[in-house]
């Protein structure tokens, strides 16, 4: 399963997200790239086939990569061969959207078809270049914000996706969806993060948002605003995540497949104890 990483802060991204991808290669990966922004220049996209040390060396260790916004991912190949052109981060035909994206686009050809209609030309065999020029297309047709393009494309798309994407007028700003693939959002010391799951962000903040179903956000420098399908806000209540980075990591075990079969016992037994009180059983 693919991994999402993103930042916006303070401190120079790049390592952050590396850093974040690393938490994130229990889940399996073939390839993995990062696209990152400096103030308002143009986003550098740099991808690598294979282990995430690949992308790392091709970086410094992400130092060769300077600014202070931006999104990684991990990806496990659905559409298209394992190769750096597959790889995520995406871009529109101009570069104005860049986004990376974990979930299975079912209706990818049908969109992609109605794209190449409307003049877009395709570089890879993803369905998640079809979903970042889809959205660049509802930006420019309707000439609205993110969030106007954004619900325009969930609207359209069927399947299952997180998403994170950067907008070439938006600037250290990064929008996120969600539908039925997991996604968290940590805030800290006027510094943001966005992940697919807790281990990415957990070194750097315990203080996290989840974002519902069917629903979006802008991400700033630690400012996260919440959004419905329809666009209107909403209000989101901030959680604090009480267990520690050794639980979400491998516990000194050579591998999570052999962690998770140790924990098994564990495992069921918080499960029972969950529903038991007092000696009885409460499903309420």
Request: aromatic share 10%; proline share 3%; with cysteine.
């Amino acid at each position: 399963m693919c991994g999402i990483v993103g930042f916006t802060g303070k401190e120079q991204a790049a390592p952050i997200l590396l850093d974040g991808l690393s938490k994130l290669e229990y889940r399996g990966y073939d390839s993995a790239g990062i696209a990152v922004r400096d103030g308002d220049r143009d986003v550098d996209i740099i991808k690598a086939k294979g282990r995430l040390k690949i992308l790392a060396e091709k970086t410094n260790d992400g130092k060769a990569v300077i600014g202070s916004c931006g999104i990684g991912h991990t990806r496990w190949a659905t559409h298209g061969e394992p190769s750096e052109n597959n790889a995520h981060p995406h871009r529109s035909d101009d570069g104005n959207v860049v986004a990376v994206h974990n979930g299975i686009i079912e209706n990818y050809q049908e969109l992609k078809e109605k794209l190449v209609r409307k003049g877009y030309a395709f570089y890879s065999d993803t369905d998640t270049e079809v979903a970042v020029k889809l959205v660049d297309y509802y930006y420019k047709k309707y000439e609205g914000t993110p969030v106007d393009a954004i619900n325009h494309a969930m609207v359209r798309i069927r399947g299952s996706y997180a998403l994170a994407v950067m907008f070439n007028e938006y600037p250290e700003e990064i929008y996120v969806a969600r539908k039925d693939s997991p996604m968290i959002l940590g805030i800290e010391d006027g510094e943001s993060y966005i992940a697919s799951d807790v281990p990415a962000i957990l070194k750097y903040t315990r203080n996290v948002y989840y974002i519902g179903n069917m629903e979006m956000a802008r991400v700033r420098k630690g400012e996260i605003t919440f959004y419905n399908l329809d666009g209107d806000e909403i209000e989101k209540e901030l959680k604090t995540i009480d267990w520690n980075a050794e639980a979400a990591e491998k516990a000194g075990y050579e591998h999570f497949m052999m962690k998770e079969i140790h924990e098994q016992p564990k495992v069921v037994g918080d499960t029972i104890n969950s529903v038991v009180k007092e000696n009885f059983i409460d499903l309420t």
